[in-house]
């Protein structure tokens, strides 16, 4: 489709980048005419398990944060603590957000 076309890019257009989208089980995601247009395009498309918040890489990683958070909520008193205070957690999360999704098979 147009719409289609214009937002994801097809291959052998100028500036054609693949893509993977990954979905969850909402039955939009799941027809047949929108895997077909995704996967026409050039792109490829990952059905998600069943929605488990402890099993979904995202949710594993906010949890964490909140957990830290909430451990250090007595010395956020600023917006510069809680920037401070963040960073640190995410920082000490060894290689972070990005590790989790290529170990899930996201990336």
Known sequence: ???ADA???????PGFVPRTFMHDNLTSHLGD?????????????IQRVPYNPNDAPIEYQFNHIETE?????????????????ITAI??????GFDA????????
Do not use: P, Q, W
């Not at 937002?7 to 257009?13: E, H, I, K, S, Y």
């Not at 005419?33 to 498309?45: D, F, L, M, Q």
């Open 1 to 3: 489709t147009i719409v």
């Open 33 to 45: 005419e929108v895997t077909h247009t995704i996967r026409h395009a050039g792109h490829k498309v």
């Open 100 to 107: 989790a999704f290529r170990h899930c098979g996201y990336m």
């Open 69 to 85: 958070m909430g451990l250090r909520v007595h010395s956020i008193h600023t917006d510069d603590d809680l920037v401070r205070e």
């Open 7 to 13: 937002a994801l890019g097809v291959v052998g257009t």
């Open 90 to 95: 995410i920082g000490n999360m060894g290689a």
